[in-house]
């Protein structure tokens, strides 16, 4: 049911108000840039015909005014365009603030006339490349994003006696802070029964003060300044569960409706099982619902929540069974260098190049 709720809000032309603002200033932006660059191409244009391009991959976002000018370097160029689509940034359509709409409008105009002229229409996964075929016709492939999991095995950490680590990477905006101070609650109630775990978050998110009283209220909540690349493995490696969370809040589900969080593949790569927390109609839930590689908990009522924790945190095989479906499913949708090779060999096809 929860599902079809999110669908409705996300593809009806009243979801959400939340985007008014901010596409409005982006159509300013967009009508400026989109002369800048018109006037700016014949200075460009002497570098373009030395590099000669055959293919142009774009991603272009809500940047509208970037759709024209690759749109012409192509048509000058006979090049082909192969177009990633990573957000998404045309359904749904704002009611409420007419400015709002009118840009929303002209990203979805920009964005069919770009897939309508693309060689190739890519997309960040199985649920975004389905709602666009269904209500647009766009015809498009999943690519995923890409990590290194050759190296990657399932290993136990070594706990400390009764303690259990569950890790959290990454930003707390569009309120997954809300959703992980509610998961330190419900490890705070089951260690009232018995169970020591803790909730490591590692962050580069300003806190301010309704973060911080959310996320400090929990006695299980250990905060930590953000690491660079190359000391993710250690943070993941020094966990039992990783947690991916997204926020329950109406206006968030639509934004993140139809997107696949880039941690997700990092998760599944690392050797560990995931603990997943998050309205199920949406795609990153959806995504490792399917995988076989997550604890799931699409509710944060206490009486689903709780139970779902507690399975994670006390069965230390099946945990480690759901870490190798993970390295599975890693390997099948985003090892790098077998996504890469298909890749390159569409971009060469495209260019009637030889590998």
């Given at each position: 049911m929860e599902a079809t709720t999110i669908a409705d809000q996300v593809l009806s032309p009243g979801a959400t108000r939340a985007l008014a603002s901010s596409q409005t200033i982006r159509s300013a932006r967009s009508a400026v840039l989109g002369g800048v660059l018109r006037l700016g191409y014949r200075d460009i244009r002497s570098w373009i015909d030395d590099f000669d391009p055959e293919v142009i991959f774009f991603s272009g976002g809500d940047a509208t005014h970037l759709y024209p000018l690759v749109v012409r370097i192509s048509r000058d160029f006979e090049a082909k365009i192969f177009s990633y689509v990573t957000d998404d940034y045309?359904?749904?359509?704002?009611?409420?603030?007419?400015?709002?709409?009118?840009?929303?409008?002209?990203?979805?105009?920009?964005?069919?006339?770009m897939c309508a002229a693309s060689e190739r229409v890519l997309t960040i996964g199985d649920k975004m490349t389905n709602v666009y075929r269904e209500q647009f016709g766009i015809a498009s492939t999943p690519l995923m994003n890409l990590v290194e999991v050759t190296s990657a095995t399932v290993a136990h950490r070594d706990s400390l006696p009764g303690l259990i680590i569950?890790?959290?990477?990454?930003?707390?905006?569009?309120?997954?802070?809300?959703?992980?101070?509610?998961?330190?609650?419900?490890?705070?109630?089951?260690?009232?029964?018995?169970?020591?775990?803790?909730?490591?978050?590692?962050?580069?998110?300003?806190?301010?003060?309704?973060?911080?009283?959310?996320?400090?209220?929990?006695?299980?909540?250990?905060?930590?300044?953000?690491?660079?690349?190359s000391q993710l493995r250690r943070v993941y490696e020094s966990a039992d569960l990783l947690v991916h969370v997204?926020?329950?809040?109406?206006?968030?589900?639509?934004?993140?409706?139809?997107?696949?969080?880039?941690?997700?593949?990092?998760?599944?790569?690392?050797g560990r099982a995931v603990l997943a927390i998050g309205p199920a109609g949406v795609a990153s839930m959806e995504y490792l619902a399917s995988s076989g590689a997550a604890y799931v908990a699409s509710s944060l009522g206490h009486d689903e929540l709780d139970v779902v924790v507690e399975e994670a945190v006390h069965d230390r095989e099946a945990r480690a069974d759901k870490a190798l479906r993970g390295l599975e499913v890693a390997l099948a949708n985003h090892e790098a260098g077998r996504s890469r090779a298909k890749l390159w060999e569409a971009l060469r096809d495209a260019a009637h190049v030889g590998a």
């Open positions: 045309v359904l749904p359509l704002p009611a409420g603030n007419p400015m709002a709409k009118l840009a929303r409008a002209s990203v979805r105009r920009h964005f069919l006339a569950l890790t959290y990477a990454g930003g707390l905006h569009l309120n997954r802070w809300k959703t992980l101070a509610e998961l330190g609650a419900a490890l705070d109630r089951i260690q009232g029964r018995g169970t020591r775990a803790e909730l490591h978050i590692y962050t580069s998110t300003h806190i301010d003060s309704a973060m911080d009283q959310a996320l400090r209220s929990s006695e299980s909540i250990v905060m930590h300044e953000a690491v660079d690349a997204e926020s329950f809040e109406r206006s968030d589900q639509v934004a993140t409706y139809l997107s696949v969080s880039t941690k997700i593949p990092e998760y599944l790569a690392a």
